[in-house]
T-cell receptor, first 115, second 112 residues
Framework: AQKITQTQPGMFVQEKEAVTLDCTYD???????LFWYKQPSSGEMIFLIY??????QNATEGRYSLNFQKARKSANLVISASQLGDSAMYFC????????????FGKGTMLLVSP | DVKVTQSSRYLVKRTGEKVFLECVQD?????MFWYRQDPGLGLRLIYF???????EKGDIPEGYSVSREKKERFSLILESASTNQTSMYLC???????????FGPGTRLTVT
């Protein structure tokens, strides 16, 4: 069975600093995908970034990058130059080719950015 | 832009009532999903659908059913609401297997 672990319930960072949110995963599949979502206080889940298990380069999207270490089974999200609007809940999720490729989510990390 | 809408942001129902949560997407996506979100538990998949009239159970289908009569619409039904179904319900859609999912704004359901 697939499992996603986010060990940091909460993180604090100052504006303009970089922050890393941890995510480890467990799967026996060779082909899988990893996603990060942001959930502001408004409640809507916003897709941020995707990494495929066979992708050779770490994914980047603007200020977001994914530090993918396959041997360690980790897929950490790095946010550079934090902004106040980055304060939100962040979820890591994994998709495997088994069945219908549904997503399994971690329990999330709350990020608070202070001025 | 993908748009996923849910019929209500907030809903209060009484124990035993039949509850319908509606979700509509406007991007012709094949797959649609219903999750519930509870503090400390993250998102848990209730049901999903990969085609019209098709449905599959997720991790926690007990007490719920779904309907997908049209491609753009996916309904979650609580046949007899109970207090332990008080939760945030999130609908999502994706264009196919393995692609990113796009979420609606959520419905916060309270069952009293």
């Amino acid at each position: 069975a697939q499992k996603i672990t986010q060990t940091q319930p909460g993180m604090f960072v100052q504006e303009k600093e970089a922050v890393t949110l941890d995510c480890t995963y467990d799967t026996s599949d060779q082909s899988y995908g990893l996603f990060w979502y942001k959930q502001p206080s408004s409640g809507e889940m916003i897709f941020l970034i995707y990494q495929g298990s066979y992708d050779e380069q770490n994914a980047t999207e603007g200020r977001y990058s994914l530090n993918f270490q396959k041997a360690r089974k980790s897929a950490n999200l790095v946010i550079s130059a934090s902004q106040l609007g980055d304060s939100a809940m962040y979820f890591c999720a994994m998709r495997t080719p088994s069945g219908y490729s549904t997503l399994t989510f971690g329990k999330g990390t709350m990020l608070l950015v202070s001025p | 832009d993908v748009k996923v809408t849910q019929s209500s942001r907030y809903l209060v129902k009484r124990t035993g009532e039949k509850v319908f949560l509606e979700c509509v997407q406007d991007m012709d996506h094949e797959n649609m999903f219903w999750y519930r979100q509870d503090p400390g538990l993250g998102l848990r998949l209730i049901y999903f659908s990969y085609d019209v009239k098709m449905k599959e159970k997720g991790d926690i289908p007990e007490g719920y059913s779904v309907s997908r009569e049209k491609k753009e619409r996916f309904s979650l039904i609580l046949e007899s609401a109970s207090t332990n179904q008080t939760s945030m319900y999130l609908c999502a859609s994706s264009r196919g297997r393995g692609y990113e999912q796009y979420f609606g704004p959520g419905t916060r359901l309270t069952v009293t």
